[in-house]
């Protein structure tokens, strides 16, 4: 087993036994139900050392949640990753919210985004993930009986705090597997999990805008603002 996957097995132990309250209604874990595809991601591009970790904060409901690929967008993940593998359906599903694997019809906005902009600058994934790992820190969804999706920050401190505890061991494997010196977060929630799980390591930290489409900056033209930030942190996309 690779240090990788063996962090994998680590998280999903520890965080099996947490419970959330209302308004969480289900909790998804893709490292459990989507593990073939999670398994295949790692085994396929977790190889070799890595430059740089990007940090993203939890699965989206029709990205990693079904696809077991953090931001994996259904055709991002099967059509440029060659990813493609069953996922079960998990004991309890939200009714507007079902795992449908690679069978969901619905794009991930910011995996579309995402893997598309990485897409644009390296054109095959061999050479991104020659210097670069791509991980949630979070490997959880939460979803609230409306369907609506809820991120980790909105979780009550009593929840989080165990939870966080085991998402800043899993973040701190990953780094220790891939070797990496630059950890970016894309977003502010994951720049700031990843300075407060690594702060005591000789790291560089740096942060990317998060592609979500809930944020106007966003969608005012995220891949010239994700190059941006790349360029401010000395990194020449492509090369």
Request: proline letters at 8%; a positive charge; one cysteine or more.
């Amino acid at each position: 087993m690779s240090p990788l996957e063996s962090a994998t097995s680590r998280v999903v132990a520890a965080i099996e036994p947490l419970r959330f309250s209302p308004p969480v209604d289900v909790v998804y874990d893709p490292l459990v139900h989507a593990r073939r595809a999670h398994l295949a991601w790692l085994r396929r591009y977790g190889v070799g050392p890595k430059h740089v970790v990007l940090v993203g904060m939890n699965p989206g409901p029709f990205g990693m949640v079904q696809t077991g690929v953090p931001f994996g967008e259904v055709a991002a993940v099967r059509d440029w990753l060659g990813i493609e593998e069953d996922v079960e359906r998990p004991a309890r599903e939200h009714g507007k919210r079902p795992i449908e694997g690679f069978a969901c019809a619905r794009s991930e906005v910011s995996g579309r985004r995402f893997w598309g902009f990485v897409r644009s600058r390296f054109g095959e994934p061999e050479r991104f993930f020659a210097r670069y790992w791509v991980h949630n820190y979070c490997p959880l969804a939460f979803v609230e009986a409306s369907g609506r999706n809820l991120t980790p920050d909105k979780l009550p401190r009593e929840e989080t705090a165990p939870l966080f505890l085991a998402c800043d061991r899993y973040l701190r494997d990953v780094v220790q597997a891939t070797g990496a010196s630059l950890v970016i977060g894309v977003g502010a929630f994951a720049e700031d999990r990843a300075r407060r799980a690594l702060a005591d390591r000789a790291l560089r930290f740096g942060r990317i805008p998060h592609p979500s489409p809930a944020s106007p900056a966003a969608n005012r033209g995220w891949d010239d603002a994700a190059a941006a930030a790349f360029a401010e942190l000395g990194l020449t996309l492509g090369e």
